[in-house]
T-cell receptor, first 118, second 115 residues
């Protein structure tokens, strides 16, 4: 399977614990995005990387959240001191940074990690 | 700031009916992209279509068609002869023209197609 993969698919944790999620993008894609989706809402942008550089962060990404992409391949999203409001689906997407006459490169999404904070 | 509004929270139809999902957007940009994604119960977002802001031609793909009207800032999605497998949440999204820009999603429309 050559799609975007995320691990784990589900995570249940207690309030105050730290959690880390992993995303493996499509292999030739150098852009990687994190979104958060709460129940009944559309996904909201958190951050994105081009290769290993984190180029944009949303105001939603509080100081308890940190994302890395150390070698420009997989990425991790860590949430420290989780709160019940962090319960959501965390979605990863990747795209290829190839500009061809203005052609947009679609973002392909993974299956998501569903976080439940008790 | 960019904003996408999908006023229909839930729609329920009977199989073989046609159904239109509405999408209205706001942006100060003169060039931008619009998208539709499908999210089945499994949860994975599936890309359906991308349109750029200077191409207002309607598009048809099988049972799916899209009507883009820049004058009313709308990008509506019609499923003809709906099927049970079309049941999903459908999201409209907007991005800036710059390659790699974030997607701004609407709140989604839950479509249920009953047999």
């Amino acid at each position: 399977d050559t799609g975007v993969s995320q691990d784990p698919r589900h995570k249940i944790t207690k309030r105050g614990q730290n959690v880390t999620f992993r995303c493996d993008p499509i292999s030739e894609h150098n852009r990687l995005y994190w979104y958060r989706q709460t129940l009944g809402q559309g996904p909201e942008f958190l951050t994105y990387f081009q290769n290993e550089a984190q180029l944009e962060k949303s105001r939603l990404l509080s100081d308890r959240f940190s994302a890395e992409r150390p070698k420009g391949s997989f990425s991790t999203l860590e949430i420290q001191r989780t709160e019940q409001g962090d319960s959501a689906m965390y979605l990863c997407a990747s795209s290829q940074n190839v500009l061809r006459g203005g052609v947009y490169n679609e973002q392909f999404f993974g299956p998501g990690t569903r976080l439940t904070v008790l | 700031a960019q904003k996408v509004t999908q006023a229909q929270t839930e729609i329920s139809v009977v199989e073989k009916e046609d159904v239109t999902l509405d999408c209205v957007y706001e942006t100060r940009d003169t060039t931008y992209y619009l998208f539709w994604y499908k999210q089945p119960p499994s949860g994975e977002l599936v890309f359906l279509i991308r349109r750029n802001s200077f191409d207002e031609q309607n598009e048809i793909s099988g049972r799916y068609s899209w009507n883009f009207q820049k004058s009313t800032s709308s990008f509506n999605f019609t499923i003809t002869a709906s099927q049970v497998v079309d049941s999903a949440v459908y999201f409209c999204a907007l991005s800036r023209w710059t390659s790699g820009s974030r997607l701004t999603f609407g709140e989604g429309t839950q479509l249920t197609v009953n047999p």
